[in-house]
């Protein structure tokens, strides 16, 4: 099985500032890879497909990047409401779905 | 826009067989190519996919669950389903159902979500 790992854990930034989230695949995945945004009490929402692509109606201070095992998501410029966990999830053949274990943003 | 909401018992006795069923509306579950999902969330933890189902009818489970869980589609009301048996403890978590979609370049994601649904295992 395919795993994943996020980093950091969870982070505390300031409004306006940029934020990054690693998450590393223990094989290639090519662009296989999407991320998903999770507010308190809510479903996720599904942010970035195919590691670069922005859903529809997404802001565009959401972007990815990355290829094969390694992979970013950044906030360019932290809102409030950007408050939450972000996951990342990947597909195998099996088939599979995994997520990562998830990163939660603070506002500082 | 597509939606779907979960319904069934918030709480199960152990041993028992949850039973949840997601309806979806606003869009028909058997028109283009997506897969049906449910994905669970233990509470405070990550997320689970447990496993899918296309309106034909064709299954696949999550291979540390496949034992236990079983999805079904019913067409004509526009639903699917979850069955778990042999419930414990460690299955209390917010259930959720969700639509797969793939891309022309070979992701394979999950674009719209229920609201999700807590079940707790207690006696």
């Known amino acids: 099985d395919i795993q994943m790992t996020q980093s950091p854990s969870s982070l505390s930034a300031s409004v306006g500032a940029r934020v990054t989230i690693t998450c590393q695949a223990s094989?290639?995945?090519?662009?296989?890879l999407h991320w998903y945004q999770q507010k308190p009490g809510k479903a996720p929402k599904l942010l970035i497909y195919?590691?670069?692509n922005l859903e529809a109606g997404v802001p565009s201070r959401f972007s990815g990047s990355g290829s094969g095992t390694d992979f970013n998501f950044t906030i360019s410029s932290l809102q409030p409401e950007d408050l939450a966990t972000y996951y990342c999830?990947?597909?195998?053949?099996?088939?599979?779905?995994?997520f990562g274990p998830g990163t939660k943003v603070d506002m500082k | 826009q597509v939606q779907l909401q979960e319904s069934g018992p918030g709480l199960v006795k152990p041993s028992q067989t949850l039973s949840l069923t997601c309806t979806v509306s606003?869009?028909?579950?058997?028109?283009?190519?997506?897969?049906w999902n449910w994905i669970r969330q233990h509470p405070g933890k990550g997320l689970e996919w447990l496993g899918f189902?296309?309106?034909?009818?064709?299954?696949y489970y999550n291979p540390s669950l496949k034992s236990r869980v079983a999805i079904s589609v019913d067409t004509s009301k526009n639903l699917f389903s979850l069955k778990v048996t042999s419930m414990t403890a460690a299955d209390t978590a917010v259930y959720y159902c969700?639509?797969?979609?793939?891309?022309?370049?070979?992701?394979?994601?999950?674009?719209?979500w229920g609201q999700g649904t807590l079940v707790t295992v207690s006696s």
């Open positions: 969700a639509r797969g979609a793939s891309s022309w370049n070979g992701g394979y994601y999950f674009d719209y």
């Open positions: 606003s869009g028909s579950i058997s028109s283009g190519d997506y897969y």
């Open positions: 189902i296309f309106s034909s009818g064709r299954t």
């Open positions: 094989q290639d995945i090519r662009k296989n």
């Open positions: 195919d590691a670069s």
């Open positions: 999830q990947q597909y195998d053949n099996l088939p599979l779905f995994t």
